[in-house]
């Protein structure tokens, strides 16, 4: 079955840096584009970046872009997040989430999430 | 960019009829692709209706979804409800941009 799971999270400082990583397996990943989705403690969701099947094209939500940056490695089935000059604001449970469709385009919704890694930005 | 509301929040008794409304700021409801995910509380988002009024395997047929164009709205309608429907509901669609939006959500309550 499709299992994403989400790793990297932790307390960082403001003004710092943190990676985070998804694996993915049980569906042919290399085949789907992938989101980053973020929830703020008590919050809604937000939508931060989606990359396509084969990484050709991504981009970015307004709120972090120029600071985050999505990338996939397709040889080992994990989706990246690196997040760089972190603020407060960014604190939030971190989802991936699979694209029903291949492009950054697709316009079909997410069909599976995963459990999501918490980051916090404090000093 | 447009926005996507929904009420704060909606409870209904069990064995009722809930229907959530989504509506869109600008541009055509119908331009775009709308899907609705639910959030028990503790867990992550799982896909109730995708692509409009689409349902993936697992999800049993008392969730629907609809657009209304008049309105320029989507609806999520639950019927028969259950003490395990009360979730927060979030609706979902594409910006022309390459962005994604998400309504505010929904908590719904079954009393």
């Known amino acids: 079955q499709v299992q994403l799971l989400e790793s990297g999270g932790g307390v960082v400082q403001p003004g710092k840096s943190l990676r985070l990583s998804c694996a993915a397996s049980g569906f042919s990943f290399s085949s789907s584009a992938m989101h980053w989705v973020r929830q703020a403690p008590g919050k809604g969701l937000e939508w931060v970046a989606v990359i396509a099947y084969d990484g050709s094209d991504k981009n970015h939500a307004d709120s972090v872009k120029g600071r985050f940056t999505i990338s996939r490695d397709n040889f080992k089935n994990t989706l990246h997040l690196q997040m760089n000059s972190l603020r407060p604001e960014d604190t939030a449970l971190y989802y991936c989430?699979?694209?029903?469709?291949?492009?950054?385009?697709?316009?079909?919704?997410?069909?599976?999430w995963g459990q999501g890694t918490l980051v916090t930005v404090s000093s | 960019n447009f926005m996507l509301t929904q009420p704060h929040s909606m409870s209904e008794s069990p064995g009722k009829t809930v229907t959530i409304s989504c509506t869109r700021s600008s541009g055509s409801i119908a331009s775009d692709y709308v899907q609705w995910y639910q959030q028990r509380p503790g867990s992550s988002p799982t896909t109730v209706i995708y692509e409009d009024n689409q349902r993936p395997s697992g999800v049993p047929d008392r969730f629907s979804g609809s657009i209304d164009s008049s309105s320029n709205s989507a609806s999520l309608s639950i019927s028969g409800l259950k003490a395990e429907d009360e979730a927060d509901y979030y609706c979902?669609?594409?910006?022309?941009?390459?962005?994604?939006?998400f309504g505010g959500g929904t908590k719904l309550t079954v009393l």
């Open positions: 989430a699979r694209d029903v469709g291949y492009s950054i385009s697709s316009g079909r919704g997410f069909d599976y």
């Open positions: 979902q669609s594409y910006d022309t941009s390459s962005h994604w939006v």
